[in-house]
């Protein structure tokens, strides 16, 4: 088995050029553009500078250096670059044995580092439903765990669920107010989220409210039983909620915390840090961590002059916790760009009390919906349920469009299917660093850059294998693979275990669903040219093969962004 990629390309280089480093060989190849035949290209204006020659004279010294590779077709010198064309024959073979492993081959093949890493996300207040702001949180950290799942790492998934604080008293003295002991009567998040809109309202017009707020809290904090009951109730509520928006997404958490247990912990390591000398206490009494000079960051509160802990205690305490339950390696937090700030202080505080593990922030950038920005206080808060809802609606009216013969049971599943796949692949198939507009109609739709239009390639190709009566094999006359749109074809296929593994070592999940569109416009292309089954049964062999290996490329793909395939759109 050859491994094809850009570091079994450096390693042909790598024999011949002793001035740079593998990784530095590596780090230099280039993946041309689509209209260039060959694969990799690999340009010698480094090697110039270092040996005193033209970039063009080192790639014909080069190009005559270079011994015969089973399986590279041709190294051409052309300019300053060296370009190499890969075999159509150990690609597909790669993928017809190793199927849905073709994209951690090299892991399956090599002694690999297997690392335990902590995935942290959505972490949602249990005074509300999650909004749709959650969904980009929960499809990022479920995907991301799933590609590292896939890359072989031991990967555990955690929440945090924030219960405690102003913001839940609000909701809990809505409803002891104006509640009326009543039970959820629709989904219980949904509920709870009600009492938390109303308080608000109220508030504009009772200026006490917010006094009976911090009175509700102080009650809490001081263990009065009956307000604990209320908060256990209504927490409750609100967790059972957000679990079947969980389900539908496919969502298992290995541990879930909870700020209430957390907090006070926080509070005590705060407490021996100022002990240790590591933090000052201000004129005031408040507990602050000078950063200045040390990490160039503003000094952060830690615990206010009343003793109250802030958001950052609980985290601190937390960082520890997950060390104790999981001794990971990595631990990456997915929570958005408004909190970049918090985690720079946080790892910043964490460095200062000796907690040296390895910890990241994965930001993402904020959604809005062509209505405009969501905002939970004033009601208008988008929910996470109330889109994945219209978006499937919209899907079910695509089925009944198309196939208007189906029973009711079988359209709604569909339509569940490919609506969830509408919301995962739109949100997932931009930078993360990216905010954008969320556009249900448009991520419907059955063409264009959308989950629908993935799905739809997939169902084509297992439409055409079922409709030919040939054995898939690899058994087949390869000169027959002639057509420019197979050759370009099989060269898209090249790329995968190359996305997969900078999606891996980047975070950039979004690497992944805009190959897997580059893919499936290759394969439309090629399907519009040449004909799978036909009387020329070798040819149909042939090509029979090329499509099933872009079928398993595709469901790989689609598996790792959590996207369910369809047999019939």
């Not at 995935?119 to 995907?143: A, D, Q």
Request: glycine share 4%; aromatic share 12%.
């Amino acid at each position: 088995m050859e491994i094809i990629d850009k570091k079994s390309i450096a390693k042909i280089l790598e024999e011949y050029i002793s001035d740079l480093s593998l990784k530095q060989i590596e780090s230099l190849i280039e993946t041309p553009p689509p209209d260039f035949e060959y694969n990799y290209a690999f340009p010698c204006f480094k090697l110039s500078k270092i040996l005193k020659k033209s970039p063009d004279l080192i790639t014909q010294e080069l190009k005559e250096k270079i011994k015969p590779i089973e399986f590279i077709e041709s190294i051409n010198a052309e300019g300053p670059y060296l370009n190499f064309t890969i075999k159509q024959r150990p690609v597909l073979e790669n993928i017809f044995e190793f199927k849905y492993d073709y994209g951690r081959i090299r892991e399956i093949s090599e002694k690999m580092d297997k690392l335990r890493i902590v995935v942290e996300y959505p972490s949602p207040n249990t005074n509300k439903p999650l909004h749709f702001g959650h969904v980009r949180n929960m499809v990022i950290g479920k995907s991301l765990s799933n590609l590292l799942e896939y890359k072989q790492h031991d990967v555990f998934q955690v929440n945090l669920n924030n219960d405690r604080g102003i913001h839940i008293c609000k909701s809990m003295l809505a409803y002891k107010k104006w509640g009326h002991d009543k039970e959820p009567n629709k989904k219980s998040d949904h509920f709870v989220g009600d009492y938390y809109v109303l308080y608000n309202e109220k508030s504009k017009k009772d200026s006490n409210l917010d006094k009976e707020a911090q009175d509700l809290l102080r009650s809490w904090e001081m263990g009065d039983q009956e307000v604990i009951d209320l908060w256990k109730k209504m927490n409750k509520w609100a967790i059972e909620g957000f679990k079947t928006t969980y389900n539908k997404f496919g969502i298992k958490f290995d541990k879930e915390y909870y700020e209430s247990e957390l907090y006070l912990k926080g509070k005590e390591k705060i407490l021996n840090g100022l002990e240790k000398g590591l933090f000052e206490k201000t004129k005031d009494g408040a507990i602050i961590a000078k950063l200045k000079e040390k990490y160039n960051l503003d000094d952060k509160i830690l615990i206010r002059s009343d003793g109250t802990s802030i958001y950052i205690t609980q985290d601190i305490y937390l960082a520890y916790k997950k060390k104790e339950d999981f001794n990971y390696d990595r631990s990456i937090y997915i929570v958005g760009d408004p909190q970049i700030q918090h985690f720079k202080w946080l790892f910043a505080i964490l460095d200062l009390l000796g907690f040296k593990e390895d910890n990241y922030h994965l930001s993402y950038g904020m959604i809005s919906l062509p209505s405009g920005k969501m905002k939970s206080r004033e009601g208008t808060v988008v929910d996470a349920d109330d889109v994945i809802e219209e978006v499937e609606n919209l899907a079910l009216i695509e089925v009944n469009k198309r196939y208007p013969e189906l029973e009711n049971d079988e359209k709604k599943r569909r339509a569940e299917i490919i609506g969830l796949a509408s919301v995962i692949f739109y949100l997932l198939k931009y930078n993360p660093i990216k905010g954008f507009v969320f556009k249900p109609d448009e991520s419907i739709s059955f063409e264009g850059e959308t989950g629908p239009y993935i799905q739809y390639c997939y169902a084509r190709i297992v439409s055409i294998i079922s409709k030919s009566r040939e054995k898939i094999t690899t058994d087949i006359n390869w000169d027959l693979l002639s057509h420019e749109k197979e050759k370009f074809l099989i060269k898209q296929l090249v790329y995968f275990p190359e996305i997969i593994d900078t999606a891996e070592n980047t975070y950039s999940i979004h690497l992944i669903p805009q190959y897997l569109l580059s893919l499936c416009q290759a394969f439309n292309s090629f399907y519009t040219s040449c004909q799978v089954i036909s009387n020329n049964k070798e040819l149909e062999k042939a090509r029979l093969l090329l499509i099933y290996c872009v079928q398993i490329v595709i469901k790989t793909g689609l598996d790792i962004l959590g996207i369910k395939t369809l047999d019939k759109m």
